[in-house]
């Protein structure tokens, strides 16, 4: 998935949307329903493969701009389950790793907090170097 956009907020959207309509369909019974979910997941999939990230991110934030007041009643708690991450400052913080940038490639490397000194090969790059953490 390299250079690839992969999934945001309005391919999650869309894939339930498809998933609501194969269901009604196998009650239904109309096959328009089952035709329009198959065309959303042929986008959905387009869409996660696409390599024109500029535009998959412009089509998510005007996304999220339409659904603003509508995700700011439903998301009590901000939206997030689980335990490692927090709502900081409209960012999500990650508690339990570390952000580091390769140096080599500068490429940005997560790592868990808490682990010492460990030896950390990039992925990207191949650089070995190590870092306490």
């Known amino acids: 998935m390299r ?3 992969g999934t945001d907020n309005l391919n999650r959207f869309l894939l339930v949307i498809a998933l609501i309509l194969v269901i009604a369909d196998m009650f239904i019974r109309w096959r328009v329903l089952y035709l329009i ?3 959303l997941l ?3 999939y387009c ?3 696409s390599r024109n990230v500029n ?3 412009r089509e998510n934030q005007k996304f ?3 659904t603003a007041r509508f995700r700011k009643k439903s998301s009590g708690a901000g939206g997030y389950a689980g335990g490692s991450t927090s709502r900081w400052n409209g960012k999500v913080k990650d508690k339990d790793h570390k952000i580091l940038r390769c140096p080599g490639c500068g490429e940005k ?3 868990p907090k808490g ?3 460990i030896n950390i090969s990039c992925p990207h790059c191949g650089t070995k170097f190590i870092k306490k953490v």
Do not use: P
């Open 109 to 111: 490397l997560r790592v």
């Open 64 to 66: 999220l701009q339409l």
């Open 42 to 44: 042929i986008y959905v």
């Open 115 to 117: 682990a010492g000194k």
């Open 37 to 39: 979910a198959v065309i």
């Open 47 to 49: 869409r996660m493969f």
């Open 55 to 57: 535009a998959r991110y």
């Open 3 to 5: 250079g690839r956009y």
